[in-house]
């Protein structure tokens, strides 16, 4: 047996978390979290108020071992995380000038003048381990004390990713090694073309036969993700019982696992297509040009994928991709016989071995009651062998109808690509 992991908890601040913005920040750290073996026990999004974060980490170092904040590092008015943490714990803030020299020398590579309110983000409080921040003017910081007779941790983070990412990162090793209760071990195994609730079922036996492991099942965009974490008194056993439980998944769900660990479905797709010597194009209407954009935020992405055409009007249809006007006439723009002409229009236009296409009716409003809002049909012409395509009903607002098509899309590109 294993002892208990240790916990984390997340507090997110800034005010427009609480008005729509969604937090990615969340997501994120809790998978690093898991993998170094915490138990991820809450998160809070808060808005900047000193009173309203002093209470929330007080509650929060009193139940983790590991409190993460991020977000109001900032030298603006609303910018209070490093008040409110040294208020939370009943220590001052002091001014580094060493620091400030730091935060002046970055702002003298853009030649412009600082502004007097950047020298709070100087002010460490007292006990605190500067981190240093390559990539913005506001740095980190970490507190390492004892309370109720256990050691915790705090960590201040800046809110931007770019910035937030890789101080995490590096602090991590160390919070981790801190509050180690043994060894853990990770998986992620993520699914494409099968519903979270078949996925689920057929996981259960797994999660059965380990029942000292800990899993999320979890579902976005028409893609599942599948997290394991393995405890337990040594590293090698940790990783021991992982090998058996990505044995046994891979055997349960294989044939519609599209990667592991940070591997994108696009990202995986890419990869196969580079090593077939194969390169890809598209043709978009209601999603335009969205999956595009995800094909091309696969790094190295120019050595396979071609480019697109997005087709939202029909006479650019006719025109671009060469379907003809009397099949629009016929069928309509949202139909299968539409998606097969762009399929072949785009492959030749853009004169690649593959062609996905995506043409449906995204909503609110446009449909009818033979065509209701969520039709889609998606279509991949390929090498060999004639195009194939596929008539999909998605629920939802029109953002989730958008990305669940890209999704379905690409789930046909990866099903035409193991029949090859």
Same mark, same amino acid.
């Given at each position: 047996m294993s002892a208990e992991p240790p916990k984390a908890y997340l507090v997110c601040v800034g005010s427009e978390l609480l008005s729509g913005q969604v937090n990615t920040h969340q997501a994120w750290l809790s998978v690093r979290l898991r993998r170094a073996g915490f138990d991820v026990i809450g998160e809070s999004s808060l808005p900047d108020s000193v009173p309203r974060i002093r209470a929330a980490l007080k509650r929060a170092l009193a139940a %983790?071992? %590991? $409190? !993460? /904040?991020?977000? =109001?590092?900032?030298?603006?008015f609303d910018d209070i995380t490093r008040e409110a943490a040294a208020s939370a714990l009943g220590r001052k803030l002091s001014f580094r000038p060493r620091l400030w020299k730091v935060i002046l020398k970055r702002f003298a590579r853009y030649h412009v003048a600082v502004p007097e309110e950047n020298k709070r983000q100087a002010e460490v409080i007292d006990g605190a381990e500067v981190l240093p921040n390559a990539s913005g003017s506001a740095p980190g910081q970490r507190l390492e004390f004892r309370a109720g007779g256990r050691a915790r941790s705090l960590i201040l983070l800046p809110g931007p990713y770019s910035e937030m990412s890789p101080i995490f990162d590096a602090v991590l090793p160390r919070l981790a090694a801190r509050h180690a209760r043994g060894a853990a071990a990770a998986l992620? /195994?993520?699914?494409?073309? /099968?519903?979270?609730?078949? #996925?689920?079922?057929r996981l259960d036996p797994v999660r059965a036969r380990h029942p000292g492991a800990s899993f999320t099942i979890l579902a976005s965009g028409g893609e599942v993700s599948f997290h394991a974490t393995a405890r337990a008194r040594t590293a090698a056993a940790a990783r021991r019982e992982i090998a058996e439980i990505r044995e046994e998944v891979l055997a349960a769900v294989g044939r519609w696992s599209v990667g592991e660990g940070d591997e994108t479905l696009e990202g995986a797709l890419g990869a196969r297509l580079r090593k077939a010597g194969l390169t890809l194009c598209v043709a978009e209407s209601c999603t335009g040009g969205l999956l595009g954009a995800r094909l091309t935020? $696969?790094?190295?992405?120019?050595?396979?994928?071609?480019? =697109? /055409? !997005? %087709?939202? %009007?029909? =006479? $650019?249809?006719?025109? #671009?991709l060469g379907v003809k006007p009397s099949l629009l006439a016929r069928h309509g723009a949202v139909s299968k016989e539409c998606a097969l002409a762009m399929a072949e229009g785009a492959r030749k236009f853009a004169a690649s071995s593959m062609a996905i296409s995506i043409t449906g009716i995204a909503g609110p409003g446009g449909g009818t009651k033979a065509k209701p809002v969520g039709t889609v049909h998606v279509a991949v012409s390929g090498p060999g062998r004639a195009a194939s395509a596929r008539a999909l009903l998605i629920h939802g607002p029109r953002e989730q109808v958008r990305s669940r098509a890209a999704s379905a899309a690409l789930v046909l590109l990866k099903e035409t690509l193991d029949a090859l």
């Open positions: %983790a071992d %590991a $409190v !993460i /904040v991020c977000g =109001g590092l900032g030298p603006t992620t /195994v993520r699914l494409a073309g /099968v519903p979270e609730s078949v #996925a689920d079922e935020s $696969v790094a190295g992405s120019s050595a396979w994928f071609n480019g =697109g /055409v !997005i %087709a939202y %009007a029909n =006479g $650019v249809k006719t025109r #671009a």
